[in-house]
């Protein structure tokens, strides 16, 4: 009977496992989490977690993973990979040996340089441990500074004004937002923090940061001070490869895999936030998502690359946050555009960006709500299928995207 391990237990790994069993796989399935929770999903935890104290929403219920045959190790943490034995050792001893391994061992919070963050009143968010500690902070009139204006820092500010705390957002860059979302686009997100009362200052760079007793004090390159009584730092991810390297894989921005997510190890495949592949919608270009759904649509991929079956990577990346009443969705990659075309009113619009062969290759939009998710779904099935559509129909409001895609 065939070993299959899984090291991660989170949203790809927990996917993975079940597809296992969905098609057909009649082996012992092992999967390794570190956190003592069953795998949950992580979108929540700057949204619900925070605001109303939700618990984990769980990929599945203990029942499922019981019926499924599945065992899942909780607060267990993998220490090495024996390659040559076939076998990963746990720190308490444990050694599972493997016939096919997966690592879906995703990624940490990227720390400032000799802050540590985790304890006190200085935090990161990336667990359900995280977010309640977070949210101890979050009342009326506490002053929370967040440092990082992407998607977690910017969701993060709006779930802390809806439970009525003061937020200060550090942004290092000239804008929010600068890694994937148009300026436009992030104009629009700033102005809308700006109206909850979220003092967004970019261009600041942080000079020193002290914990005391009772609260955190900033110090800025140009000696302003800022004092918080919670300091979150949001400045990025970085992949968890240290396993993977230490057993002599390829790393490259991630844990490096082919577009089948098979590691340099062939019996080792990686999938998630921990690895870098390469997308062939973008001339093979090796990038490394960090979302919900390619940890969902990599779960199931590993699952038929484990079991021998022959699909590879074909989805275009797409990304969404949600803050207030408003929803961002990005789908594809827009480096290399030279032009964008905008759809679309004041309050809901996307802009399609094209590259010089007049190819969408991505489309921004932003509205209230699901207003943009239609037409950025098409728009996506647009980029999947390599579609060079014309710029003055992406702009026309009467022109139904539906009857571009049958073009």
């Given at each position: 009977?065939?070993?299959?391990?899984?090291?991660?237990?989170?949203?790809?790994?927990?996917?993975?496992?079940?597809?296992?069993?969905?098609?057909?796989?009649?082996?012992?399935?092992?999967?390794?989490g570190?956190?003592?929770?069953?795998?949950?999903?992580?979108p929540?935890?700057?949204?619900d977690?925070?605001?109303?104290?939700?618990?984990p929403?769980?990929?599945?219920?203990?029942?499922r993973?019981?019926?499924?045959?599945?065992?899942?190790?909780?607060?267990?943490?993998?220490?090495?990979?024996?390659?040559?034995?076939?076998?990963?050792?746990?720190?308490?001893?444990r050694v599972?040996?493997?016939?096919?391994?997966?690592?879906?061992?995703?990624?940490?919070?990227?720390?400032?340089?000799?802050?540590?963050?985790?304890?006190?009143?200085?935090r990161?968010?990336?667990?359900?441990?995280?977010?309640?500690?977070?949210?101890?902070?979050l009342?009326?009139?506490?002053r929370?500074?967040?440092?990082?204006?992407?998607?977690?820092?910017?969701?993060?500010?709006?779930?802390?004004?809806?439970?009525?705390?003061?937020?200060t957002?550090?942004?290092?860059?000239?804008?929010?937002?600068?890694?994937?979302?148009?300026?436009?686009?992030?104009?629009?997100?700033?102005?809308?923090?700006?109206?909850?009362?979220?003092?967004?200052?970019?261009?600041?760079?942080i000079?020193?940061?002290a914990?005391?007793?009772?609260?955190?004090?900033?110090?800025?390159?140009?000696?302003?001070?800022?004092?918080?009584?919670?300091?979150?730092?949001?400045?990025?991810?970085?992949p968890?490869?240290?396993?993977?390297?230490?057993?002599?894989?390829?790393?490259?921005?991630?844990?490096?895999?082919?577009?089948?997510?098979?590691?340099?190890?062939?019996?080792?495949?990686a999938?998630?936030?921990?690895?870098?592949?390469?997308?062939?919608?973008?001339?093979?270009?090796?990038?490394?998502?960090?979302?919900?759904?390619?940890?969902?649509?990599?779960?199931?991929?590993?699952?038929?690359?484990?079991?021998g079956?022959?699909?590879?990577?074909?989805?275009?990346?797409?990304?969404?946050?949600?803050?207030?009443?408003?929803?961002?969705?990005?789908?594809?990659?827009?480096d290399?555009?030279?032009?964008?075309?905008?759809?679309?009113?004041?309050?809901?619009?996307?802009?399609?960006?094209?590259?010089?062969?007049?190819?969408?290759?991505a489309?921004?939009?932003?509205?209230?709500?699901?207003?943009?998710?239609?037409?950025?779904?098409?728009?996506?099935?647009?980029?999947?299928?390599?579609?060079?559509?014309?710029?003055?129909?992406?702009?026309a409001?009467?022109?139904?995207?539906?009857t571009?895609?049958?073009?």
């Amino acid at each position: 009977m065939a070993n299959f391990v899984i090291v991660g237990a989170g949203e790809c790994g927990a996917r993975a496992a079940l597809a296992l069993r969905d098609r057909g796989f009649d082996g012992t399935i092992t999967l390794i989490g570190s956190e003592p929770h069953l795998p949950y999903e992580r979108p929540p935890l700057s949204k619900d977690a925070l605001v109303a104290g939700a618990g984990p929403k769980l990929v599945a219920e203990a029942e499922r993973y019981a019926a499924a045959g599945i065992d899942v190790l909780t607060g267990r943490i993998v220490e090495a990979i024996d390659r040559a034995d076939r076998s990963v050792r746990l720190f308490d001893g444990r050694v599972l040996r493997y016939d096919k391994l997966l690592l879906a061992t995703g990624a940490r919070p990227r720390a400032l340089p000799g802050m540590a963050c985790g304890e006190g009143r200085i935090r990161s968010l990336r667990s359900h441990g995280d977010a309640e500690a977070i949210r101890r902070h979050l009342r009326a009139g506490s002053r929370v500074v967040i440092l990082g204006g992407g998607f977690i820092g910017l969701e993060l500010a709006a779930s802390a004004r809806r439970l009525d705390a003061s937020v200060t957002l550090l942004e290092g860059l000239p804008r929010i937002l600068s890694r994937g979302v148009p300026m436009e686009i992030a104009e629009t997100v700033a102005a809308r923090h700006a109206a909850e009362g979220v003092d967004i200052r970019c261009n600041a760079r942080i000079e020193a940061v002290a914990e005391s007793a009772g609260e955190v004090r900033i110090v800025l390159a140009d000696g302003t001070l800022v004092v918080a009584d919670l300091l979150v730092v949001g400045i990025g991810a970085v992949p968890n490869v240290e396993l993977a390297e230490a057993a002599g894989l390829a790393v490259d921005n991630g844990i490096a895999v082919d577009a089948a997510l098979r590691t340099s190890d062939p019996d080792i495949f990686a999938a998630g936030d921990c690895c870098s592949f390469p997308l062939p919608l973008y001339g093979g270009r090796r990038v490394r998502l960090e979302s919900w759904r390619n940890a969902q649509e990599q779960g199931l991929l590993a699952a038929d690359a484990m079991l021998g079956g022959g699909e590879t990577i074909s989805a275009v990346p797409w990304f969404w946050s949600d803050q207030y009443d408003l929803t961002l969705q990005v789908a594809g990659l827009a480096d290399g555009a030279v032009a964008t075309v905008r759809r679309g009113t004041a309050e809901a619009f996307i802009l399609f960006h094209l590259d010089a062969e007049g190819r969408l290759i991505a489309a921004s939009g932003i509205g209230p709500g699901n207003a943009v998710a239609r037409d950025i779904r098409l728009a996506e099935m647009l980029i999947a299928a390599g579609a060079r559509p014309d710029p003055a129909a992406l702009a026309a409001p009467e022109t139904k995207l539906k009857t571009l895609l049958a073009a």
